[in-house]
């Protein structure tokens, strides 16, 4: 969304309106950044004014629940400096994205204190500033006169507004030869540079609304472009002064929107957006939070599924590690056999006075025969314990390479079971599965996971007495089935694939029916990996026989006692 002058002196009046006279309870950052004035107005529509001078698209608004931070440098010189001062007038420039907060407070001597606070709204060269009869007390971007020789910006030095625009010396024929130019040919740079022209004609006249009035000049003014760029000019001037003619701000917003999301809004409106659906609102401040909503959800989906992708590459390339590893213990099991060493040292042993003195090796013979390799430097028994010796290593190898082997089985099950819980996951729990991911990678708990709470179980009513519950992540697995589940509750899961755990509770002294086992069976199916399957096996069996797999991830687990139920995933409500 674009903004420009016009959209923010609506801006500017409708903030006045709803918070002049407010008291400033606080001053901080938000967790994304911004910058805020917490307020105290009554049905000023929100309770902080939150001032974004760094976003792609630099604004101002009145959000509500806004969570504030100290921080130091300029945002806490403008909180030491105005905390509990009043907000006495916001006022923007004419021509300038620019809105002035005027603050004070009088002492308890009588005397006037009072500061003004100025957010430069343009893209790329925003600015936030707090000043004191034209001095800059803060700032949050500084500039010398050796880095914009032009404007400096300086902590006591004057503060000296950004530059208005102004006519440019051009003739009346070069709109008009634009203008004719762009009717032969209405590629975007024809466009591009007519709207150019007629701004330099109408200097105050915002791209948005330049574009507008181009896209609405009627086929037949266009056959003479002189008359036709005249009549362009004087619509720019005619809409500037029906815009600036309104004090109160009381004409409509035109807010267009694609798929529920606000693309831009102004105070005119705007031919260019004809496609996209237009709602006509009220309040530019509503408008704008709104905006601000949509797109910092549509940011925080985006940055979910990028984080959500990284961790499921992250994880795939652990797994990878894990089955090169399992192929090398493999062959390494398959190259080297204890079992062939003994029989070896028990065959040089029985035949040791047949073995020639320096021999390298020796043929026993048999069906097959069997060549054992000697050191020629040792006698035929000296060979004989060697390779005994290396029995008894291979032996141990061979043990630590099966317990390896086990210990990379549960890792990859983990993996697999840590990528299902990603790709059902929601945003709020990315967090949380990274710590799990990081943990797979290290294969050792930590003493730093962080202590998010986790997220409740669904929860699903078949009777008064009877109820289901399902895990939604790793430590709500954890949590409802060592926490919530009671020793003789029925504890579920989908039989060897990753799924949720499912927990069957009775709030009475009877037995679960066939019917409620099925429900539940049912949906463990449906919530694991398994639900697009026709028919799943799910294995259930009493909480109390579940136990944590030891250094596993949460949710991973060991059941004994178990029976097995075959059913159709669905949820209740399919049934």
């Keep these: 969304m674009y903004t420009d002058w016009l959209v923010v002196r609506r801006l500017a009046i409708e903030l006045e309106r709803a918070v002049r006279g407010a008291r400033i309870r606080d001053v901080g950052i938000t967790a994304d950044g911004r910058f805020a004035l917490r307020v105290r107005a009554r049905g000023a529509g929100g309770d902080a004014v939150v001032i974004d001078a760094f976003g792609d698209t630099p604004i101002v608004t009145l959000e509500n629940g806004v969570e504030l931070t100290p921080q130091p440098g300029w945002p806490r010189t403008i909180r030491d400096s105005i905390a509990d001062m009043r907000v006495e007038r916001i006022r923007s420039r004419r021509g300038d994205r620019l809105v002035a907060i005027d603050v004070a407070t009088l002492s308890r001597f009588g005397v006037l204190n009072s500061y003004r606070i100025v957010a430069e709204l343009v893209p790329r060269f925003g600015n936030l500033l707090l000043l004191r009869s034209d001095a800059i007390v803060a700032a949050a971007r500084e500039f010398t006169s050796q880095q914009n020789p032009r404007r400096p910006i300086v902590v006591g030095g004057p503060y000296t507004p950004p530059p208005l625009p102004e006519p440019a010396m051009r003739s009346g024929s070069s709109l008009a030869d634009a203008l004719a130019r762009f009717v032969l040919e209405p590629s975007p740079s024809a466009q591009q540079a007519t709207v150019r022209e007629l701004r330099a004609r109408v200097p105050l006249l915002p791209e948005?609304?330049?574009s507008s009035l181009l896209a609405q000049v009627p086929a037949g003014e266009a056959s003479d472009p002189v008359a036709a760029a005249e009549h362009l000019v004087q619509r720019a001037g005619d809409v500037l002064a029906a815009v600036e003619a309104e004090p109160d701000a009381s004409g409509p917003i035109f807010a267009y929107s694609e798929g529920g999301r606000i693309v831009q809004a102004h105070v005119v409106p705007l031919a260019q957006f004809a496609a996209f659906d237009l709602e006509r609102r009220e309040s530019?401040?509503?408008?704008?939070a709104d905006a601000v909503r949509s797109d910092r959800a549509a940011r925080t989906a985006r940055d979910?599924?990028?984080?959500?992708?990284?961790?499921?590459?992250?994880?795939?390339?652990?797994?990878?590690?894990?089955?090169n590893d399992r192929a090398s213990l493999e062959a390494a099991l398959t190259e080297e056999q204890p079992e062939r060493l003994r029989e070896a040292g028990t065959l040089l042993y029985a035949h040791h006075e047949e073995v020639p003195q320096r021999a390298s090796s020796f043929v026993v013979q048999g069906d097959p025969p069997v060549t054992i390799a000697l050191d020629p430097e040792l006698d035929a028994k000296s060979n004989a314990a060697a390779?005994?010796?290396?029995?008894?290593?291979a032996l141990g190898r061979h043990a630590h390479a099966e317990q390896r082997l086990?210990?990379?089985?549960?890792?990859?099950?983990?993996?697999?079971?840590?990528?299902?819980?990603?790709e059902r996951s929601d945003p709020s729990?990315?967090?949380?599965?990274?710590?799990d991911a990081e943990r797979l990678d290290r294969s050792t708990p930590s003493g730093h996971e962080r202590t998010q709470q986790p997220r409740s179980a669904l929860e699903v009513t078949l009777a008064d007495d009877a109820r289901i519950l399902v895990g939604r992540s790793p430590k709500n697995n954890a949590e409802l089935t060592f926490r919530i589940a009671r020793p003789d509750d029925f504890w579920f899961h989908a039989r060897g694939v990753p799924g949720a755990h499912v927990v069957l509770r009775i709030d009475s002294s009877r037995a679960p029916t066939t019917s409620e086992l099925q429900s539940a069976a049912e949906l463990a199916a449906y919530h694991s990996k398994a639900r697009t399957a026709g028919i799943v096996p799910v294995d259930y069996t009493r909480r109390k026989y579940v136990r944590k797999q030891q250094n596993a991830l949460p949710g991973l687990v060991w059941y004994t006692n178990a029976k097995t139920i075959d059913v159709t995933p669905r949820t209740v409500d399919s049934r």
């Design 208 to 210: 948005l609304v330049a």
């Design 284 to 288: 530019l401040l509503d408008t704008l």
């Design 304 to 323: 979910g599924e990028a984080r959500r992708h990284s961790l499921l590459a992250r994880i795939e390339r652990r797994r990878a590690k894990l089955r």
């Design 387 to 393: 390779i005994f010796k290396r029995y008894r290593k």
């Design 406 to 422: 086990n210990d990379i089985a549960a890792q990859i099950a983990a993996a697999e079971q840590l990528a299902w819980e990603l």
């Design 429 to 435: 729990e990315l967090d949380e599965l990274g710590d």
